[in-house]
C-alpha cells in the first residue's frame, strides 16, 4: 500500500483557512482512490472529500462549497483546501486511499473501502 503522511494541520480561528497535504509512497500509476476523513472526540470517522484517479470528486454535504480536494498524480499527493473554517470542523483528519478501482463516478466515502490511512493531522478550529 505504502506510506503515508499527512502535514498541514493547524490552530485557526473561525473563518481562516488551511491547506491539507498527503504523500502515498505507493504507485503513483495504480488506480486507486484517495480520500480525506476526519473524526472529531466522540464521534465516527466521517469521509470528508474523496477522488478517483481521473479527478472525479465527492463531497460531505458540511463542507461542500468549502473544502477542495485535489490530487498530484505525478508526485502521489493529494491535497485539502480548506477555507472559511468553523469550530465544528475541529478534528483529526486522515489521509485515505483505497484498493485499485479505476475511474467512479462517485467515489466512496465509507471508510471501509479504504485500506490505507495515515497518521492524521490535527486541525483546531477556535471561535
Known amino acids: 500500500q505504502g506510506q503515508i503522511a499527512e502535514a498541514g494541520g493547524d490552530s485557526v480561528q473561525t473563518g481562516g483557512s488551511l491547506r491539507l497535504s498527503c504523500a502515498h509512497s505507493g504507485n503513483p500509476d495504480s488506480r486507486v482512490c484517495m480520500a480525506w476523513f476526519r473524526q472529531a472526540p466522540g464521534k465516527e470517522r466521517e469521509g470528508v472529500a474523496v477522488i478517483d484517479t481521473d479527478g472525479h470528486t465527492n463531497y460531505a454535504t458540511s463542507v461542500k462549497g468549502r473544502f477542495t480536494i485535489s490530487r498530484d498524480k505525478a508526485n502521489n499527493i493529494l491535497y485539502l483546501q480548506m477555507n472559511s473554517l468553523s469550530p465544528e470542523d475541529t478534528a483529526m483528519y486522515y489521509c485515505?486511499?483505497?484498493?485499485?478501482?479505476?475511474?467512479?463516478?462517485?467515489?466512496?466515502?465509507?471508510?471501509?473501502?479504504?485500506?490505507?490511512w495515515g497518521q492524521g493531522t490535527q486541525v483546531t478550529v477556535s471561535s
Open positions: 485515505a486511499v483505497s484498493r485499485p478501482m479505476g475511474s467512479v463516478r462517485t467515489p466512496p466515502t465509507k471508510a471501509s473501502e479504504y485500506t490505507g
